[in-house]
């Protein structure tokens, strides 16, 4: 894994607002939003890359495997021959490339579990961010209407210095973020899918969350007849 991401994305799903984009200074509490939103989504995509190079890495070493308990079994029959026919030296041959391939699978095996652990926790990490991105886009929502509430109980109040309207704004920003954060803790190549397959990606994702919601609820109504 890319060094650097994993602490990347624990920032971001566990992060307060002040700390998911580089600077706020004399930003907008919506733009901040805004901004941390894409760097959410900046974030998916790398660690959907990584996933992708990952799962490339997890095929070529099973197809290597493959290969190499292939060419292992082929040289036992062929050992078995050249100890029929009396042939030592071939037999030795054999053995001796046998030995070789037996060193490698062990190896290509365990590149495969690592592989594999690294591929659940990827997948644990983008499950993660679109949570946190989630949270978020609610939250702006909840900033717009919120704002449209108190612009219009306050149109009459123009005596209000314009920097402590902006820091009231700031403050209800932070306070909105912060509700969301106190909840969330820290733990989760190929190329880019272009937008038609990015849609049908996020649509599979969606689904695949629907059903695992479906599945938690099943199982705690089945808890509750035992």
Same mark, same amino acid.
């Given at each position: 894994m890319t060094e650097g991401l994993v602490p990347r994305v624990k920032r971001l799903v566990a992060g307060g607002v002040n700390n998911l984009v580089d600077s706020i200074?004399? *930003?907008t509490p919506e733009t901040v939003m805004k901004e941390a939103i894409r760097e959410i989504d900046s974030a998916i995509d790398q660690v959907r890359d990584e996933l992708g190079r990952v799962i490339a890495n997890i095929h070529l070493a099973n197809t290597r495997l493959m290969e190499t308990n292939s060419k292992?079994?082929?040289l036992a029959e062929r050992l078995q021959l050249a100890v029929d #026919?009396? $042939?030592?030296?071939? *037999? #030795? +041959?054999a053995i001796a490339r046998q030995m070789?391939?037996? *060193?490698q699978i062990p190896v290509l095996e365990s590149a495969i579990k690592d592989a594999t652990a690294e591929e659940k926790e990827l997948e644990g990490y983008i499950e993660a961010l679109q949570a946190r991105k989630r949270e978020m886009e609610e939250?702006?929502?909840a900033y717009r209407s919120s704002q449209s509430a108190s612009d219009g109980a306050t149109a009459g109040s123009a005596d209000a210095p314009a920097s402590a309207s902006a820091e009231r %704004? +700031?403050? %209800? *920003?932070e306070e909105a973020?912060? $509700?969301v954060m106190r909840d969330t803790t820290g733990l989760p190549g190929m190329v880019q899918a272009d937008r038609a397959s990015a849609a049908k990606l996020a649509e599979l994702e969606e689904l695949a969350r629907e059903n695992r919601i479906k599945e938690r609820l099943a199982a705690l109504k089945a808890m509750k007849r035992e």
């Open positions: 200074e004399n *930003a292992h079994e082929d #026919e009396g $042939r030592d030296d071939l *037999a #030795e +041959a070789d391939l037996e *060193a939250e702006l929502v %704004k +700031a403050q %209800k *920003a973020f912060d $509700r």
